[in-house]
């Protein structure tokens, strides 16, 4: 069987496409008409058609053939029958087939040879499939390609620079989201990372990040007809370890365990996306630049300023002269002075924190401490206490005592009183004492 030359879009504005290829991803028209867009890609051809009337799009894989009419004798002897008619134009003769899939599957007989292009590669054809087995078998048998690698859950066929790769099918969330296509493709570049700052300076619309992933480096797009585009890095080195364990693997066993049945589906039925893809497109969209925008953020913080171009540190209070101070009349006055009392908040007591307790106290008591009397000093009853002489004060001892000296102060008249104070009676009560002042 020949090289994988050609990835196909059949899609229903052949314009909107050639404008995001050539000016968003920046690929270079190598050959154009009405109804034919072929890129400068190496190893494979990129290529644009148009659908007829009440097609929907889609995306065909072309191999070639030295002599088709050899190669459908050889199909039609192993039970595989063309569909349709052969097309015939002055570049090539194409054939058509069907996958167990459903996909289409163009054998090509070149009367020229295509143009070929310089940047990107295309590296990698990919059929993400839910009868595995049978497409294995069909890939495998029926178009007698030759396996080149088997993981857990693709195979990678030998088809030229650019391979085939049949991949097994599981609707799960996640990334990436090309797996969720039944035909996508990967286009690779040395250098990924400057690569994806470049299109993203032209517009274009990740729908993954690019990321470490089991094929190494990678990041998809998304083109003007939904379709995601797979974007590589270099293949991953494999350790010279696991390279001498795949060549003592026991390949029957291997064989059995990578290639399984993983759906009882049925194909036809599966829509060009699967079940959950056109709800998690606008998700992932949204993560994505999600993501983005952190990673501006730390290295915004790393370089010690934010986003907006000023200090990381705590934002210093500014005044603003158009939102003026406001009192509130449901709140009294002092309710939110500092230690005041907040009627609107009763005080609650920390239940973490123990009362002191003395320790004449008994244990287990709390609570403020009773009043104990004083046998020395019985309570008055009905009247104030009586006057009790002091012996080690002399009689009169009210009045001036000589050995204070009385020292008058500036700060207060020379009355003695308190400018607020009263030193008469007070009404209703016993007749006032000398006050200290006074003594």
């Known amino acids: 069987m020949g090289r994988l030359s050609v990835v196909v879009l059949f899609t229903p504005e052949i314009g909107r496409q ?93 009367r020229k040879p295509t143009a070929g292009g310089r940047w990107p590669r295309l590296s990698h054809a990919i059929i993400n499939a839910q009868a595995f087995e049978a497409c294995a078998h069909f890939y495998h048998d029926a178009l007698g390609f030759k396996m080149i690698e088997e993981r857990e859950h693709w195979i990678e066929f030998d088809t030229g620079a650019a391979s085939l790769t049949l991949h097994a099918w599981r609707d799960a969330d996640g990334l990436p989201l090309a797996p969720d296509q039944r035909v996508s493709f990967a286009l690779m570049d040395d250098d990924l990372d400057a690569w994806a700052d470049e299109l993203r300076e032209r517009g274009a619309r990740f729908a993954t990040s690019p990321t470490e992933e089991e094929i190494g480096r990678m990041a998809e797009v998304e083109d003007a007809d939904g379709w995601f585009v797979v974007l590589r890095g270099p293949s991953p080195e494999v350790p010279i370890e696991e390279a001498l364990a795949q060549d003592f693997a026991d390949e029957d066993d291997a064989r059995i365990e990578l290639i399984r049945r993983t759906g009882e589906a049925e194909p036809g039925a599966r829509p060009g996306f699967g079940s959950r893809k056109l709800a998690r497109k606008k998700v992932e969209r949204v993560a994505t630049k999600g993501f983005d925008a952190l990673q501006k953020t730390r290295e915004s913080e790393r370089s010690g300023s934010s986003p907006g171009g000023g200090s990381s540190g705590p934002r210093p209070f500014t005044p603003r002269p158009d939102r003026p101070f406001t009192s509130r009349p449901d709140r009294p006055a002092g309710a939110g002075g500092p230690g005041g009392p907040r009627p609107d908040r009763p005080f609650t007591p920390d239940p973490r924190r123990t009362p002191r307790v003395p320790p004449d106290r008994p244990p287990g008591m709390s609570g403020p401490r009773p009043l104990t009397p004083r046998p020395e000093r019985p309570p008055a009853a009905g009247g104030p206490r009586p006057f009790t002489p002091r012996p080690d004060r002399p009689a009169g001892a009210g009045g001036p005592r000589p050995d204070r000296p009385l020292t008058p102060r500036p700060d207060r008249p020379s009355s003695g009183g308190h400018p607020t104070r009263s030193t008469g009676p007070r009404p209703g009560g016993p007749p006032r004492g000398p006050r200290r002042d006074d003594r």
Do not use: H, M
């Open 18 to 110: 050639r404008e995001f290829y050539e000016k968003t991803l920046g690929l270079e028209s190598a050959a154009s008409d009405a109804r034919w867009v072929q890129f400068g890609t190496r190893d494979a051809a990129l290529a644009l058609r148009p659908v007829q009337d009440g097609e929907s799009a889609r995306i065909e894989l072309g191999f070639d053939v030295p002599s088709l009419d050899q190669r459908l004798a050889l199909l039609k002897s192993r039970g595989v029958v063309p569909t349709g008619t052969v097309e015939d134009s002055a570049e090539c003769r194409i054939a058509r087939l069907t996958d167990p899939e459903g996909n289409v599957v163009q054998l090509v007989e070149r």
